[in-house]
């Protein structure tokens, strides 16, 4: 069984586009994140939930926006891309304050 | 604020060498540390981890020992094998910030036979 799991693992489009990447744990941890990796391979946090509840939004760009439906599912949506949002990005999840678990990545392409 | 320093890459080393990647962390709390690596195509995976001063965290004949007073956080190997060709993170995480991970730049190591 997968633990961390995140669709798509591909996408590729146009700028401008509204698009949205999944996220589902099934480890039953409380607290989910996304994390941006860039070309040089450089990671950063962009958001936390706990519970459902927003606990870390750093300085992203308010065309991202995530949605945790319930605490086994963060979902990132971004609204009109541009090519400086390519990059791969990383969901996961944790027990507060314990190790964190990432899912496979998604690599993002906007042309 | 908190921030992670690691050697730059990449590494490259013949098979059964040893291996040192070198991180240091800038924190103001009490962090957790951690080594995550990466292999190409692939998420991350925690590799080995340390919690508090002196603890020394190993798998997979990796080790690394959390020194407050050096505020550092080595890598180690005594024999790498070609399969350990990846990239590996260096990462501290501070309760007082959510428990977000702070990553260090990641070091590529290449193990050629």
């Known amino acids: 069984d997968t633990a961390v799991s995140q669709t798509p693992k591909y996408l590729v489009t146009q700028m401008g586009n509204d698009k949205s990447i999944k996220c589902e744990q099934n480890l039953g941890h409380d607290t989910m994140y996304w994390y941006k990796q860039d070309s040089k391979k450089f990671l950063k946090i962009m958001f936390s939930y706990n519970n459902k509840e927003l606990i870390i939004n750093e300085t992203v760009p308010n065309r991202f926006s995530p949605k945790s439906p319930d605490k086994a599912h963060l979902n990132l949506h971004i609204n009109s891309l541009e090519l400086g949002d390519s990059a791969v990005y990383f969901c996961?999840?944790?027990?507060?304050?314990?190790?964190?678990?990432f899912g496979p990545g998604t690599r993002l392409t906007v042309t | 604020g908190n921030s992670v320093t690691q050697m730059e890459g990449p590494v490259t080393l013949s098979e059964e060498a040893f291996l040192t990647i070198n991180c240091t962390y800038t924190a103001t709390g009490y962090p957790s540390l951690f080594w995550y690596v990466q292999y190409p195509g692939e998420g991350l995976q925690l590799l080995l981890k340390?919690?508090?001063?002196?603890d020394k965290g190993s798998n997979k004949g990796f080790e690394a020992t959390y020194r407050k007073e050096t505020t550092s956080f080595h890598l180690e190997k005594g024999s790498v094998q070609v399969s350990d060709s990846a990239v590996y993170f260096c990462?501290?995480?501070?309760?007082?910030?959510?428990?977000?991970?702070?990553f260090g730049q990641g070091t590529e190591l290449s193990v050629k036979p």
């Open positions: 996961a999840s944790s027990q507060v304050e314990d190790e964190q678990y």
């Open positions: 340390a919690t508090k001063a002196d």
């Open positions: 990462a501290l995480s501070d309760r007082n910030q959510g428990g977000k991970l702070i």
